[in-house]
């Protein structure tokens, strides 16, 4: 029998899963165990399939590429295998599959343009049906609350509108070995108690603790979340692209307050290749999407040049960082 699901709870703990069970409850009004029993019912239905820690890569100088790859190959354990190879490619932060004019959106995480083309060369040569693509370089990022599941209990959960920023010009951030050791455990896995990296890594806990806060306050780590597999929920994920024009800085701040504040926009990429803009948004239906669709076309069509959508289906991994990069 499927869990009935608690959106406000999935809202908790896809924005922090570190917030511990008796937090979660408090907001809630329920006993922590039972907080504890419908998350791991989550993740047992494969509703939260993984977890991430959002880390600010370009504090350590790198660059996100994201290659959208057209068809080429045949569905069934001929795809799986392919996204098996790219899964445990160590450039690979992100693979997603896709409808539409593509089948899979891969992103790489690499020191320069040079370096991600000779990766991209080499999976290429040893996978020849990946040849037809489009590569975005991704230039900053703003990633919101999923605030959509909440409905009317918005104010109850929320802080006021918050968005996490990463990517763009930043300064390359110097790290202790401590923090580097905690960093690293925390990507691998960023629910990990403190108490067990501290074991780990053969420090006192207190200074692990010290350490992790130490990492958050210089904004490198911005956030641990849950992934959600949007499909078990009914809900619809697409991305919508944009190519501009006639830049009016009024403009593209009044299409930035519109994302932030509509509340299935849950992310917004500034990009350089094909188009300028990417807006992910999660919608209960087709025609919830449209709408905002629609709304963006028309409220900045004098800015918009060209425009498309795209149906991401599955979220397969996703990360902010390589650990072997930090």
């Not at 570190?18 to 922590?32: D, G, Y």
């Not at 899964?87 to 997603?96: A, F, L, W």
């Not at 060369?121 to 996978?127: A, D, M, T, V």
């Not at 230039?139 to 996490?164: A, D, F, Q, T, W």
Request: proline share 3%; charged share 25%; aromatic share 10%.
């Amino acid at each position: 029998m499927k869990t009935k699901i608690n959106n406000n709870l999935l809202y908790l703990y896809s924005e922090n899963c570190r917030a511990s069970f008796s937090f979660i409850a408090k907001k809630l009004r329920k006993s922590p165990q039972i907080v504890k029993y419908s998350i791991n019912q989550l993740e047992k239905e494969g509703i939260i399939p993984f977890y991430y820690t959002v880390v600010d890569y370009s504090l350590f100088n790198m660059l996100l590429f994201r290659v959208y790859f057209r068809g080429g190959y045949s569905r069934g354990l001929e795809l799986n295998s392919l996204i098996k190879k790219l899964i445990e490619n160590p450039s690979v932060v992100s693979v997603y599959e896709t409808g539409g004019q593509y089948d899979l959106i891969v992103e790489f995480m690499a020191e320069n343009p040079s370096r991600f083309n000779k990766e991209l060369k080499l999976i290429i040569s040893e996978n020849p049906e990946l040849n037809n693509h489009d590569i975005i370089i991704n230039v900053v990022s703003h990633i919101y609350p999923r605030y959509y599941l909440l409905g009317k209990n918005k104010m109850n959960y929320s802080n006021p509108l918050k968005e996490i920023i990463i990517g763009g010009d930043r300064e390359l951030s110097k790290i202790s070995k401590n923090q580097k050791n905690v960093l690293i455990a925390l990507v691998k896995n960023p629910r990990e108690r403190i108490t067990s990296i501290a074991l780990k890594l053969k420090i006192n806990a207190k200074t692990a603790l010290s350490v992790m806060k130490s990492l958050e306050e210089k904004k490198i780590i911005r956030g641990y979340k849950s992934s959600i597999k949007t499909g078990k929920l009914n809900i619809i994920h697409n991305r919508i692209t944009l190519k501009l024009h006639n830049i009016d800085p009024l403009k593209e701040k009044q299409l930035m307050d519109f994302c932030i504040n509509t509340p299935e926009i849950t992310r917004l990429n500034k990009t350089i290749g094909q188009w300028d803009i990417e807006i992910d948004a999660e919608t209960i239906s087709q025609i919830d999407f449209r709408d905002i669709y629609l709304k963006i076309r028309d409220e900045f069509k004098d800015i918009i040049m060209l425009f498309n959508s795209y149906r991401i289906y599955n979220k397969i991994k996703h990360k902010y960082i390589n650990e072997e990069k930090i």
